[in-house]
């Protein structure tokens, strides 16, 4: 076996089907079940999205409403989810506090126990669709502790959208902001075989629970080579200031070594596909807040970056301003990415039960040959 059999960070392996998304670098586009994402953010409800994710088709109205009843039922957190959050230490980061809650969620299931609980997929659409509606609440009960705010309980007369934005801030969401979160969510649903679907799947095909499998799958989206970027890029628009000192800091970075977070994409090599809707959408949130310094520094960044290295941003790029706009702490970033990608694991999750086969790949021995003891 040489080198070139060894597909590093399984760098251009096909590793199953999906009938879920499909990324197109070539065309630079992202389907979701067919559909452009482009146009998914422009008209449909994060909802509507991921109805569609999970059963293939875009809702009825009928279909919809069911859905979004369902939804709205299971927001409010448990007693025991709240008692667990705030033992938490805020000193903790928050995607360790998300992970830890979801563990507990599954830890409530008795339905995991019947013979079958685990891989039927009824109760894993339930399970999908408690997840979906428990994690904004998650956060933004988070979120608000560490700002020795009270938690606000969810609305069951507003959407996803509004309703996330409501329990974080206590507020109703202006219109623009509404429609921005909701444009960065449905973004953020799917992706194909990224990191965390990746290892979603590896989970679900031992035949482990949902909660197991999304739990693995938080603790990878946290590293900033996947979700933790979007916290990152903000860290770095905060070091950097000031669009004039852009040019210079990344020249520093660069020589240092450093990755410019938000920028280059495993697949994408000519532009992230969503790149362009999530940067209209900072544009409207730029225009609401009267806030050009940083759009300004936004573009000093990646132009330099364009420039010095010819990499272009991906999505974490525009959303990491976006929700430093809209007012999220910046920990809290790549825990709003959990609460969108979760769609989109649990419909991986699905799919992999559907048609499981373990995944267990090979290694290449290259340590000491065989040796005795004495
Ligand atoms: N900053 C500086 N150099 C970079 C960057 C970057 N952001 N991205 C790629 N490069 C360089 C890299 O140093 C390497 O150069 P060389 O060949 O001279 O060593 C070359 O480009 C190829 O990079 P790579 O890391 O081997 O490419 P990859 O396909 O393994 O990595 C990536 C993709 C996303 C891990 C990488 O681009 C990166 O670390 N980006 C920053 C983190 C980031 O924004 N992650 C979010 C990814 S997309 C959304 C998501 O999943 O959350």
């Given at each position: 076996m040489t080198d070139t059999d060894i597909k590093k960070g399984l760098a251009g392996v096909v590793a199953d089907y999906t009938a879920i998304s499909k990324v197109n670098p070539e065309t630079n586009s992202l389907l979701y079940r067919g559909y452009p994402v482009q146009e998914l953010a422009e008209s449909c409800s994060f909802e509507q999205v991921a109805y569609l994710l999970w059963h293939g088709e875009l809702p009825t109205d009928d279909e919809r409403a069911e859905f979004e009843k369902h939804e709205r039922s299971l927001r409010p957190l448990d007693e025991r989810t709240k008692k667990l959050i705030s033992a938490l230490p805020t000193s903790a980061h928050p995607m360790?506090?998300?992970?830890?809650?979801?563990?507990?969620?599954?830890?409530?299931?008795?339905?995991?126990?019947?013979?079958?609980?685990?891989?039927?997929a009824n109760l894993n659409e339930g399970r999908a669709m408690y997840l979906l509606a428990q994690l904004p609440a998650i956060v933004a009960f988070d979120q608000r502790r560490r700002r020795g705010e009270d938690l606000v309980e969810p609305r069951d007369d507003l959407g996803y959208a509004a309703n996330f934005l409501w329990m974080t801030f206590g507020e109703e969401p202006h219109e623009v902001v509404e429609r921005a979160f909701n444009v960065s969510m449905i973004l953020y649903a799917e992706h194909s075989f990224n990191a965390s679907t990746f290892t979603a799947r590896v989970v679900t095909s031992t035949l482990a629970d949902v909660y197991s499998a999304v739990t693995a799958a938080i603790g990878a989206l946290k590293g900033p080579l996947h979700g933790g970027a979007n916290e990152a890029v903000m860290e770095a628009l905060d070091e950097i200031k000031t669009a004039d000192a852009a040019e210079k800091w990344l020249d520093d970075a660069l020589a240092e070594k450093r990755k410019i977070m938000g920028f280059g994409h495993r697949v994408y090599k000519n532009g992230d596909s969503r790149v362009p809707t999530m940067k209209q959408a900072l544009d409207t949130l730029v225009e609401h807040y009267d806030r050009r310094d940083m759009l300004e520094l936004y573009e000093a960044l990646e132009t330099a970056m364009g420039e010095r290295k010819n990499i272009k941003p991906n999505l974490d790029y525009p959303s990491g301003p976006a929700y430093n706009l809209m007012g999220f702490d910046t920990q809290t970033f790549t825990p709003l990415f959990v609460a969108a990608r979760v769609a989109g694991w649990t419909a991986h999750i699905a799919e992999q039960l559907a048609n499981n086969a373990l995944i267990r790949p090979l290694s290449e021995y290259n340590g000491p040959d065989e040796r005795h003891v004495g």
């Open positions: 360790d506090v998300v992970r830890t809650a979801v563990s507990q969620l599954g830890t409530f299931d008795d339905t995991l126990l019947r013979p079958g609980g685990v891989t039927d």
